[in-house]
């Protein structure tokens, strides 16, 4: 949302000329939040910094918003079908006057049955719609395999390849079934292939490596492992992996290495710790060893490993949610907007904390030009995470674009309230404040504040803003020149400052008596 808001000052001179306007006595325009509803701003607490990143893809920043220590990676590969959710939905809309979007229920499934029973439903229709679409059989595949079904994943993937032989979740899901069947050669075989396909999967190493470690192969799945972590040096599960394998191999210093460097990554990796506590204990290192597997076991005792049938059964919704976004996508991916939709939604149901069904599905609403269904379920996500920063966020900003300035305000403020110690609530509030012309003594104040949260070259210049919002020209000038010294290059800040200087000299023979 950074750049977009930025982008929107520059274009319009660093506001100048409305602040020219406001000063002369002129009328000027307010104006609502230009940023775009992605991917980028509907995350949860723990990614809220990431969503305000400018044009950097999800890089955490310094917030207390993003935990101090990431998990390991879980995401599957990404479907190659499905292009820009925004650009298919806006596409296939067309007509400025829409109908009403058809009714879903928001009630969740009451048993493992019900739920399951609507799945079951959903692939059967996904397929006899689509049956030539290996999107489709990857979706029924999956549930197969989710329920256990392993012969009729595998022939779901089978006819899948059948009309794509590329197809990377086909080939991928094959090797998963030889893995149950205990074909590690085969295995190796599809992960093979898969790999070369999706180079980057964290998943897909993962079994590779596997399947060889079960062949008993480790110098080949070292090479595996090595490879990937030279490549994405942030891979905390992928260094734990090259840590066992090295363990396995008798290597323990390059296992202690490798340990070491997820712990990095992860400092409470409980997989970690007992890796490195065991490489100590191999090296001889008992003392160390012993802290290091004490804390570890400590840290294990506070969580139960027992869990009830109301977290089986939350667990299991999760896992569907996870399989409903994926039928939006083939849905959506084949102009269908209702069912995606549909889908979408039930999987904001089954799991209120699925960032990808929330995004996908604010996305949607914005491409048809639907904002007001994007606050409704906006919402909704907020009543379901009371105490999440980045669901107050979402909020905001689409109250922001429909124009809700007061609604998006308090949003915004409650955004500060759960995060006081990241930048993100600060910034987008003193924005709207400077669009909308409204509350000087709150945008000024909080503009000084953005400042000793971050204070970076792009808070000083909304600081100049600020001071500018209440004609304070010294100081949005003295703000204007430290954003610079903190960005040179920008040619923008520059301009700014050339605009603010011409128009200084152009009022100085006003205030003269």
């Known amino acids: 949302m950074s750049c977009s808001y930025r982008n929107l000052s520059l274009k319009t001179l660093w506001l100048l000329l409305p602040m020219c306007c406001v000063h002369l006595g002129?009328?000027?325009k307010s104006g609502?939040?230009?940023?775009?509803?992605?991917?980028?701003?509907?995350?949860?607490?723990?990614?809220?910094e990431r969503a305000e990143q400018a044009t950097a893809r999800t890089a955490t920043a310094n917030s207390s918003l993003s935990q101090s220590s990431q998990p390991p990676e879980t995401n599957l590969p990404p479907t190659n079908a499905p292009q820009i959710v925004q650009d298919q939905a806006r596409s296939i809309a067309g007509a400025p006057t829409l109908p009403p979007r058809p009714s879903v229920s928001l009630a969740a499934p009451e048993s493992g049955e019900t739920l399951r029973n609507e799945a079951q439903q959903l692939v059967e229709d996904l397929v006899a719609a689509f049956p030539n679409s290996p999107d489709a059989l990857e979706v029924k595949a999956r549930f197969h395999l989710l329920v256990g079904e392993t012969s009729a994943a595998r022939q779901c993937w089978e006819l899948a390849l059948e009309i794509d032989k590329d197809y990377g979740y086909a080939i991928y899901g094959m090797g998963k079934v030889s893995v149950l069947n205990a074909k590690f050669d085969e295995a190796v075989r599809y992960f093979s292939r898969a790999l070369d396909g999706q180079p980057d999967s964290t998943n897909i190493v993962k079994e590779l490596s596997?399947?060889?470690?079960?062949?008993?192969?480790?110098?080949?799945?070292?090479?595996?492992?090595?490879?990937?972590?030279?490549?994405?040096?942030?891979?905390?599960?992928?260094?734990?992996?090259?840590?066992?394998a090295y363990l396995s191999d008798r290597q323990f210093e390059s296992a202690k290495t490798a340990f070491?460097?997820?712990?990095?990554?992860?400092?409470?990796?409980?997989?970690?710790?007992?890796?490195?506590?065991?490489?100590?204990?191999?090296?001889?290192?008992?003392?160390?060893?012993?802290?290091?597997?004490?804390?570890?076991?400590?840290?294990?005792?506070?969580?139960?490993?027992?869990?009830?049938t109301a977290e089986i059964f939350a667990g299991e919704m999760r896992d569907y949610s996870d399989r409903f976004v994926f039928a939006a996508r083939v849905y959506l991916g084949n102009g269908a907007v209702d069912a995606a939709e549909r889908c979408l939604i039930r999987a904001s149901v089954f799991n209120p904390q699925n960032i990808e069904a929330w995004t996908m599905l604010f996305d949607l609403y914005e491409g048809i030009g639907r904002l007001d269904l994007a606050v409704e379920h906006a919402d909704r996500l907020?009543?379901?995470?009371?105490?999440?920063?980045?669901?107050?966020?979402?909020?905001?900003?689409?109250?922001?674009?429909?124009?809700?300035?007061?609604?998006?305000?308090?949003?915004?403020?409650?955004?500060?309230?759960?995060?006081?110690?990241?930048?993100?609530?600060?910034?987008?509030?003193?924005?709207l404040d400077i669009q909308t012309q409204t509350d000087k003594i709150e945008c000024l104040s909080l503009a000084q504040q953005l400042i000793a949260v971050r204070g970076n070259a792009a808070d000083f210049?909304?600081?100049?803003?600020?001071?500018?919002?209440?004609?304070?020209?010294?100081?949005?000038?003295?703000?204007?020149?430290?954003?610079?010294?903190?960005?040179?290059q920008n040619q923008y800040y520059n301009l700014a400052l050339e605009k603010l200087r011409q128009f200084r000299s152009s009022i100085q023979p006003r205030q003269l008596p």
Do not use: M
Request: glycine fraction near 6%.
């Open 382 to 431: 907020w009543q379901k995470n009371p105490d999440s920063a980045g669901s107050a966020f979402t909020l905001g900003i689409l109250r922001a674009k429909l124009g809700q300035v007061a609604e998006a305000k308090q949003a915004y403020r409650e955004v500060i309230r759960l995060a006081p110690d990241s930048h993100s609530g600060y910034e987008a509030l003193v924005r």
């Open 260 to 308: 070491e460097k997820a712990l990095e990554l992860y400092p409470e990796l409980p997989s970690a710790q007992q890796g490195l506590g065991t490489v100590l204990v191999r090296l001889g290192r008992r003392e160390e060893a012993s802290k290091l597997l004490e804390a570890q076991r400590a840290n294990r005792a506070d969580s139960t490993t027992n869990r009830t």
């Open 32 to 48: 609502n939040e230009a940023s775009s509803v992605s991917r980028k701003n509907s995350l949860p607490d723990s990614q809220l």
């Open 461 to 488: 210049e909304l600081l100049g803003q600020a001071y500018a919002f209440h004609g304070q020209w010294d100081d949005a000038q003295a703000a204007l020149q430290q954003a610079i010294r903190l960005d040179p």
């Open 210 to 244: 596997n399947a060889y470690l079960k062949l008993g192969d480790v110098e080949h799945a070292i090479q595996v492992l090595t490879s990937f972590v030279t490549q994405h040096p942030q891979a905390t599960e992928t260094w734990v992996l090259l840590g066992q």
């Open 26 to 28: 002129c009328s000027s």
